[in-house]
C-alpha cells in the first residue's frame, strides 16, 4: 500500500510530527494552566472524491477499491461522518479530561 511504502517518507514524517506535537503542546497547556485541550485526529480511508480520485486513477477503479476495503477489518471505508463524529466527541464538555489524545478513526487498518 503506498502510505506504507518507503516512498512515503515525507507522510509519514509529517504524521510522526503531528503525534509529537500534539502531546508537546497538550502538556504544556495543561501545566500553564490554559484550558486548552489539543489532541489529534487520524483518520483512515474515507469515502470521499480525493479517494474516489485515487481509485479512478487506475484501469479498474471498483478494483480498486474492493482492495483498499479489504485492508480494513472492518470490510468497508469510512464516511467523512465517522471523522467528524469523533471530532465532536473531543469538542464536548464531556471530553474535558481528553488532552493529548491521538484519536485514530481507521476501521482497524492501524491496528493488524
Not at 42 to 47: E, I, L, R, S
Not at 57 to 85: C, K, M, N, S, W
Request: hydrophobic share 45%.
Amino acid at each position: 500500500m503506498l502510505l506504507r511504502s518507503p516512498l512515503a517518507a515525507a507522510y509519514s514524517a509529517s504524521k510522526g510530527g503531528v503525534r509529537r506535537l500534539t502531546k508537546s503542546a497538550a502538556l504544556r497547556c495543561a501545566r500553564e494552566g490554559l484550558g486548552i485541550r489539543v489532541n489529534s485526529v487520524h483518520p483512515g480511508w474515507v469515502g470521499t472524491p480525493m479517494a474516489e480520485g485515487l481509485f479512478a486513477g487506475g484501469a479498474e477503479p471498483a478494483e480498486a477499491r474492493r482492495r483498499i476495503e479489504a485492508l480494513h477489518p472492518v470490510g468497508h471505508l469510512g464516511e467523512p461522518d465517522d471523522i467528524a463524529f469523533g471530532i465532536l466527541y473531543l469538542a464536548l464538555d464531556e471530553a474535558t479530561f481528553v488532552t493529548s489524545a491521538e484519536l485514530v478513526i481507521d476501521g482497524g487498518y492501524t491496528a493488524q
